[in-house]
């Protein structure tokens, strides 16, 4: 029987982002929100698992729901002010500071999954505390063909070391950046992080290197997709996202998960990412056809290709 | 008839260098000897034209002529002393410090190229003094299907802007890293810095960027090879000469140059390279055979390869 479905948990949340030649002002963002409008590429049947607060407007929910993601897992609290972000990026955009940060209805978020979709085959647990990534995955029904993916980020290190661990040991594949690999395993060689992370539980360890590409590391064999050379980051925000994304919505949709398939892909979420950081916020996201789509996956094929 | 001789001019050189596990003491080095002992596993009729002082040992030159480089462009000046340098890498490698350098033969350095090899059909421009790059040039005998290549540094860029900007303009291939081709170009971006360089004469441009592997751009259509993660790096010493070798000496015996061979030969370049340093100095190029260099090659292929 087709289980497609896809489940995602992150944040929602209203994002101000300032570059070195724009300001966003308030914008749609979070984790859940990249992760939902990159996955929506594939052919699979995706739930969001988030929360909100009164101030999120239809309009932007139905950004999601125009893609065909499910909603119905994402909480409305009244009264409630959703999880806002403000952040300043350095001149290279590589490097960025947080300004403020507001918690808001996330500091109770209990997640729950919608019972359509607790038998889900892929779950992506996007980057947010990993006492939330555990409840949703312990309501999870049993599916041996299950795939769970979990993306993280240093300040869980910091404060949630044991829980993370934890999750982490029930994970199949992890996408992490260079320096949090280096910081979650203490290894300063990406190859000895990588085995480190293995022995943590993943089976698969992506490694993503931001404009240098991302590694993927499985049974001691590496492989290795690269960015697409860009003339113009507009926004790096979300691209980690957009590639967990990417990568998780054609899982689902393939209904099969090998080192091919995880591989290929790697190329989506690559694709999704070059797509993301191409403008402020998710607009590109939510504006890119999946032509436009495909278009950034053939120029992936061409920076690839001897022949071509 | 076949012609693939390629011609190699750069320093032979006396190096001394500190990684943060180990001091070389006074060890071979020189661009020409890692570009020429590089170019050296593919089958091409290899010439060096440097210059050495009475203090170079003839079983140093053996190490040359035994992988059938021709050295009778090697001019050794009695009473005179090689080049050298000491250097101290930092604890990442990727910085280092120059701590002494001595010019000494290197200084009134007057390149001959042998007759034999004047008709080559692959002119290698190692990195040094833009003068003597010029005058090796000066020395070819026409050949339509020539393919001259050329790396160079930001000394060069300091010091000889003009002398540079001329050689440059009858380069085919530059190969240069990121930091540099931001320099040479006044662009920020690598796309751009790409397009700015090719308008001074290269069709083809490579950028290093170390550890994160190498882009080739050419029209408008990049490339990219990765470099092999490692788990340890022993010294970097003559990464990118090493590339330029594997590059050049590949396309001598390719006898045919298009972007499928450019392609190929930045493969065969980064496999020299992962071999390079791996050990101090030149030692592991050297040592390895054939099998060694086929090995490094198909380690590529697979981290390339979506279905292996």
Known sequence: MKNN??????????????????????????????IGLAAAFADADIAAVSV??????????????????????????????????????????NKRDTLDTQLNVLADFNPVVPEAYRDASVVMLGNLDPNVQQKVLDQLLPNPNRTVLLDTMNFWMDLQWDTLLNVIKQVDIITINDEEAMQLSGETNLVLAAKAIHKMGPAYVIIKKGEHGALLFYNDQPFFAPALPLEKVEDPTGAGDSFAGGLSGYLAAQQKVDAKAIKEGILRGTAAASLCVGAMGTSNLVQASSEDFLAQLQKLERLRNITA
């Open 5 to 34: 479905k896809l489940v995602i948990v992150g944040t929602m949340a209203f994002d101000e982002i300032i570059t070195p030649s724009a300001e966003s002002g308030k914008i749609l963002g979070g984790a859940a929100t990249y």
């Open 52 to 93: 909100v607060g009164e101030d999120f407007t239809e309009e932007q929910l139905n950004l999601l729901t125009e893609r065909g993601i499910d909603i119905s897992g994402v909480e409305q609290v009244r009264g409630g002010k959703s999880f806002y972000w403000k952040g300043r990026y350095h001149d290279n955009m």
